[in-house]
T-cell receptor, first 113, second 112 residues
Framework: EPEVTQTPSHQVTQMGQEVILRCVPI?????FYWYRQILGQKVEFLVS????????KSEIFDDQFSVERPDGSNFTLKIRSTKLEDSAMYFC???????????FGQGTRLTVV | GEDVEQSLFLSVREGDSSVINCTYT??????LYWYKQEPGAGLQLLTY?????DMKQDQRLTVLLNKKDKHLSLRIADTQTGDSAIYFC????????????FGTGTQLKVEL
């Protein structure tokens, strides 16, 4: 069964460093998303991406964040200069079309020290 | 704006039924989802219901949707210890990027 895969599963980084979280969405899906979950809190929407551009972003998704689809398969989230409060589980999701179910990856746990 | 609420905890005995409730505020939702999250793990899609339905059954899981009251519930029949997890409901809205808005999550504890 096709699935969304994320790498790495866990990343530790020093405050101020740049990180890139990687996702491979399901191959024929057109809509891509990043969400995050701070430990013990709810899952929060960060950004949605369609047709090679951001279609919606939340207040959390400030200038420190960027997304890219560098080739036909990967979808990345870059945090330019990490802060302690960026420590969270980051989930990638994809869907085939606008009104179909979303499939989530297993997440990348980011720890900023 | 959209808001999705759930009770924080639910404790049941093994073999009993569990009912996890969720309320949402945005009436333009298209799909409503239930995800399961075990400790340290990702989000596992359990089931979903399209907004023009009022019930969906999938093995031990029954989803009930009351659009008038904006109330969604997940019933787990014959609850097992392996069902212990956090359960999130989420609504998907029309327009924009069709993002999901998640509830606060309900921690289900199944006792022997």
């Amino acid at each position: 069964e096709p699935e969304v895969t994320q790498t790495p599963s866990h990343q530790v980084t020093q405050m101020g460093q740049e990180v890139i979280l990687r996702c491979v969405p399901i191959s024929n899906h057109l809509y891509f998303y990043w969400y995050r979950q701070i430990l013990g809190q709810k899952v929060e929407f960060l950004v949605s991406f369609y047709n090679n551009e951001i279609s919606e972003k939340s207040e959390i998704f400030d200038d420190q964040f960027s997304v890219e689809r560098p080739d036909g398969s990967n979808f990345t989230l870059k945090i330019r200069s990490t802060k302690l409060e960026d420590s969270a589980m980051y989930f990638c999701a994809s869907r085939l079309e606008g009104n179909t179910e979303a499939f989530f990856g297993q997440g990348t746990r980011l720890t900023v020290v | 704006g959209e808001d999705v609420e759930q009770s924080l905890f639910l404790s049941v005995r093994e073999g009993d039924s569990s009912v996890i409730n969720c309320t949402y505020t945005d009436s333009s939702s298209t799909y409503l989802y239930w995800y399961k999250q075990e400790p340290g793990a990702g989000l596992q899609l359990l089931t979903y219901i399209f907004s023009n339905m009022d019930m969906k059954q999938d093995q031990r899981l029954t989803v009930l949707l009351n659009k008038k009251d904006k109330h969604l519930s997940l019933r787990i029949a014959d609850t097992q210890t392996g069902d212990s997890a956090i359960y999130f409901c989420a609504e998907q809205l029309t327009g924009g990027g069709n993002k999901l808005t998640f509830g606060t999550g309900t921690q289900l504890k199944v006792e022997l």
